[in-house]
């Protein structure tokens, strides 16, 4: 298969590469910044396209003669600049969706997100079902259910075109640490500091899911190969919860409201001191727990990743600033974080050119 895959240079599109690479399809990845030919993205052929800027002409071409679009693309910084980050998750929606419609590309798959639901105030798994709504105060979960509405207005007026939708959990791998030490600590903090963490201040009543970005690119090769359509959940059990957390940190945890967890947060984000808003942790709170059964039973997946090794993977990829061959994937140091600041402002603001 031609097989086309936006933001395919990331924690899931990298996954997705080597789980895809072995089976001979012709790949063709859609980034900002194609990275160096070794690796995954050895073998795959790269468009450099900004899906932020809206050109649906650009991306049709690319995408015409696919027989499909995977579109991973997502955007996490500059948290204080909403308007970039809508223009590349919702809007970079719309122009793939466009561009699959001028293109008549019969698959599209998309990666949505537990983000995407509705809020829920206990622990009872829910199915595809549940409303996706997203939560109202958090940035990523309203682009995330505003992408779900382009894709409802697509299977209205396109029913030709197979739509696809993947919901995991917080996706975790070993090789993202320093992509998510840029999302989420200050410039100055080495990432040695979260090898020495004393105490851990989380509310206990913490209770998210998590698969690993292996186990959610064999769901893509599975939607692709049989073509199937409609929404899938994604994540691998055991629950994570803050003492899950605390344990694989080796600190005691110590339980804070998270009113006060997130106002120590938003304080911090609003004063410019990191670059994590205060809408993450309104998410962790809120998602519910995720019903994969239809995975298990439809696709025949299986997590082969249990969500504790994920998570202990993720903890020590960031401890390790561990990296990837990739402009997003690339090692994060003190220093280049400090020189990136000082030359174009903290990553919260900043737009990368």
Known sequence: MRIVITGASGNVGSAVLRRLSPDGHDLVGVVRRPPEAVGPFAGVQWASIDLAAGDVDALT??????????????????????????????????????????????????????????????????????????????????HKSAA???????????????????????????????????????AVVPARVLSHVPVLPLD?????????????????ARVLAARAPGAFNLSAPPTITAGSIADVLGARLVHVPSAAVRATVSASWHARLQPLDPGWIDLAYAVPLLDTSRARSELGWTPRRDALSVLAETVAGMQDAASGPSPVLR???????????????????????
């Open 61 to 142: 071409a690319v995408v015409t003669g696919a027989d499909a679009v995977v579109h991973l693309a997502w955007g996490f910084q500059p948290s204080h600049r909403e308007d970039h980050l809508r223009d590349l998750g919702v809007g970079g929606t719309g122009t793939v969706i466009d561009a699959v419609t001028a293109a008549e590309v019969p698959h599209l798959v998309h990666m949505s997100s537990v983000g995407a639901y509705s809020p829920k105030r206990d622990d009872e798994p829910v199915d595809e079902s549940w409303p996706t709504d997203g939560i109202r105060t958090s940035m990523y979960s309203r």
């Open 148 to 186: 779900e509405r382009r894709l409802d207005m697509l299977e209205r007026d396109e029913p030709a075109v197979t739509v696809t939708r993947l919901r995991p959990g917080i996706v975790g791998q070993g090789a993202a640490g320093s992509a998510l030490l840029r999302y989420g600590l200050p």
């Open 204 to 220: 206990r009543r913490l209770a998210i899911p998590m698969v690993h970005a292996d186990d959610v690119a064999d769901a893509v």
């Open 331 to 353: 090692p994060r140091t003190v220093a280049a974080g400090v020189r990136r600041a000082l030359g174009r402002g903290p990553v919260s603001t900043r737009r990368t050119p």
